[in-house]
């Protein structure tokens, strides 16, 4: 898929918007995302999830990584496209669903929806993975928002690079003259 196409199937399923939201931090950004409403129609994600696997064709992936419960649907077309089994979390995010299991050698990449500057969250992953003598070879996701080059040394791809843009306010104004 374009690029442009891409972005105009995720406007239309109200996956990303544009307007003027408003964060915890109290910066004003210029787009939004929710990308399970993307995930929520098969061809779409079938779609977008090509696009990830096409850089890893050729790393002989053995297991798909869900995130968390919300990517769950991106990951599992992911995984049915290579060919590899598929993990998520359980509720509470600290270990794997019961009874699923990373082996042994396995090659694994985990998915995310987007993918953000702050790595703690797949670092409990990480551990699994080394802990079960498996790799992880590579981080995807649909939406990448990195601001600088990530510590991680695996393939990271993403469906859409993005930059988070602020938009000036008079409270953001201030205090950008304050520093």
């Known amino acids: 898929m374009e690029m442009q196409e891409i972005i105009q199937e995720l406007k239309s399923c109200g996956a990303m918007m544009n307007g003027a939201f408003l964060l915890p931090d109290n ?30 064709w050729d790393m002989d992936v053995q297991v798909v990584i869900a995130s968390r419960v919300g990517v769950i649907p991106f990951a599992t077309e ?9 993990l998520w979390r359980s509720r509470n995010e600290d ?31 990480g ?12 981080i995807a996701s649909l939406i990448d ?14 469906v859409l690079k993005r930059d988070i843009q602020c938009i000036e306010s008079e409270q953001s104004v201030i205090v950008q003259d304050r520093t």
């Open 27 to 56: 910066r004003i950004i210029n787009e939004w995302y929710i990308p399970v409403k993307a995930f929520q129609y098969p061809p779409l994600c079938r779609k977008l999830a090509y696009e990830i696997v096409k850089h890893f």
């Open 78 to 86: 992911v995984a049915r496209q290579l060919e590899a089994r598929l």
């Open 145 to 158: 928002l990195t601001t600088k080059k990530t510590p991680l040394t695996v393939r990271q791809i993403s």
């Open 127 to 138: 551990r699994e993975i080394l802990m079960q003598d498996a790799r992880l070879i590579g």
């Open 95 to 125: 270990v794997f669903y019961p009874n699923l299991a990373i082996h042994s050698g396995d090659r694994a990449v985990l998915i995310d929806d987007i993918l953000m500057d702050d790595i703690i969250p797949y670092k409990s992953i």
